[in-house]
């Protein structure tokens, strides 16, 4: 099964600590594992709070 993946949610952040490398804003929670999968694991739905990031692009030039 494959859950959120979380690198494309705009909530989604690196906490560059070491035992909690990922977060979650609008949750509020650090976790070894990426956000989505903790939601998961302790719901048993997927993350209803997903908002897919705006992906900006270079300009050509």
């Known amino acids: ?3 959120i993946n979380c690198f494309f949610c705009k909530h989604f952040y690196i906490t560059y600590e070491q035992r909690y ?3 979650c804003r609008i949750i509020g929670f650090k976790s070894a594992r990426m956000p ?3 939601v998961f694991i302790n719901s048993d ?3 209803g709070l997903f908002e897919q990031k705006e992906i900006k692009h270079e300009h050509e030039h």
């Open 1 to 3: 099964m494959q859950h």
């Open 21 to 23: 490398p990922y977060g």
């Open 36 to 38: 989505s999968v903790d």
């Open 45 to 47: 739905i997927e993350c």
